[in-house]
């Protein structure tokens, strides 16, 4: 079993997209620039103070790659720290260092938290020598080295932790585009289904009037023909997006159609729904994600927004997309953070080429804006 562990662990890659440093990384590097000079300067007990304030200037400075270069940071910070223990064990000398030299516990952190698994275990043997040493060079007692090995090494547990929450996180995030993706597949493929069995009623009816009524016939390949490149757009649509299994409705999506009866089952708050423009074109695979939009945004607004009265639905066509808008009247509040509807609805708006942006509005209720192409996949 512990060899499973090590094996996984050392298989495990990095954390992806380690944040950059941002204006907090620089002011903790300032306040600890600052903290150094001021304590160089004015304490009295500082041994070999030169060297002291050198090394405590570079570990402040090292923090600035503490994401992005953990196991770097970690070898040269602790390596550092090991040759000065070695050799205060080696003169005898009282052990030098400041007190703002404190920050290197935020690297066992940032070593758990951001590295692979093969610079963790590298990491922290450096860690572990040099808390050794250190203990050895100023040992004062086995209750404070107890204390000081765990405020050493608790970063790393915290690390270790939150990569875990983080982990699960993205995974619940990327099952839930996985859904999205499988079930704009589906009503893809529905609709590609519907159109060819439409097809194929056509070519029979054609086949049997053909010797008696010629001209229906025709009229028959013309219908022929057009259902072909309806089905031809929606499958280049459908391309590489996955699908579970094989079955299919062969009855048409929701769309835009749907909508008002999407408002009637809605009681309270009251649903009023708004369509101008022209929609007669609008993409099979287009409508039906506006109706699972709106849907899930009207689902939304009744379970979250508290004191609402009103969900307006708006819908309004464009020259080349389409723009729903499903705003309430209701408290703006932080409308369910840690589920996954907005997640689903983003990405089935991104897979058909649009966006889609959800927020609390500046004066009362919530909103949610989409903008889709007309044609499914016109980026």
Not at 67 to 81: D, E
Not at 112 to 129: D, K
Not at 266 to 274: G, I, T
């Amino acid at each position: 079993m512990l060899r499973n562990a090590v094996r996984s662990l050392l298989a495990e890659p990095r954390a992806p997209e380690p944040p950059r440093r941002v204006w907090r990384d620089w002011a903790l590097v300032g306040g600890l620039l600052l903290a150094v000079v001021l304590e160089g300067v004015f304490r009295e007990d500082v041994v070999w103070r030169p060297a002291a304030i050198v090394i405590a200037v570079a570990i402040a400075c090292a923090l600035l790659w503490r994401r992005t270069r953990p196991l770097m940071v970690v070898a040269a910070v602790f390596g550092a720290l090991i040759v000065i223990n070695l050799v205060t064990l080696v003169t005898g000398n009282a052990t030098f260092g400041l007190y703002s030299m404190i920050c290197v516990v935020l690297l066992p952190y940032s070593l758990a938290r951001w590295g692979s698994g093969r610079e963790i275990l590298i990491g922290l043997a450096f860690i572990l020598v040099a808390l050794v040493l250190g203990i050895a060079s100023d040992f004062t007692g086995y209750a404070e080295a107890a204390f000081g090995s765990m405020f050493l090494l608790f970063p790393a547990t915290v690390g270790v932790a939150v990569r875990y929450q983080w982990t699960a996180r993205r995974r619940e995030l990327d099952k839930v585009r996985l859904r999205e993706r499988e079930q704009l597949a589906r009503e893809l493929h529905d609709t590609v289904a519907h159109h060819v069995s439409a097809i194929v009623i056509r070519a029979q009816a054609g086949r049997a009037v053909a010797a008696t009524r010629p001209e229906a016939a025709v009229d028959a390949l013309a219908v022929i023909e057009a259902e072909g490149t309806r089905t031809l757009a929606e499958m280049r649509a459908m391309v590489g997006v996955l699908r579970a299994d094989g079955t299919a409705a062969l009855v048409p999506q929701p769309g835009v159609a749907d909508l008002e009866r999407l408002a009637r089952r809605v009681e309270r708050p009251r649903v009023e729904v708004e369509v101008s423009g022209d929609l007669g074109d609008l993409g099979p695979a287009v409508g039906a994600a506006i109706y699972r939009i709106a849907q899930e945004a009207v689902t939304n607004a009744v379970r979250h927004a508290r004191h609402a009265t009103r969900i307006d639905v708006r819908l309004t066509s464009y020259d080349g997309s389409v723009r729903l808008t499903v705003r309430d009247n209701g408290e703006a509040t932080s409308r369910n953070p840690g589920g996954y509807g907005l997640v689903g609805m983003t990405e089935r708006a991104t897979l058909l080429g649009g966006t889609l942006a959800a927020g609390p509005d500046p004066d009362r209720g919530w909103s949610v804006d989409v903008v889709l192409p007309r044609k499914a996949g016109g980026r």
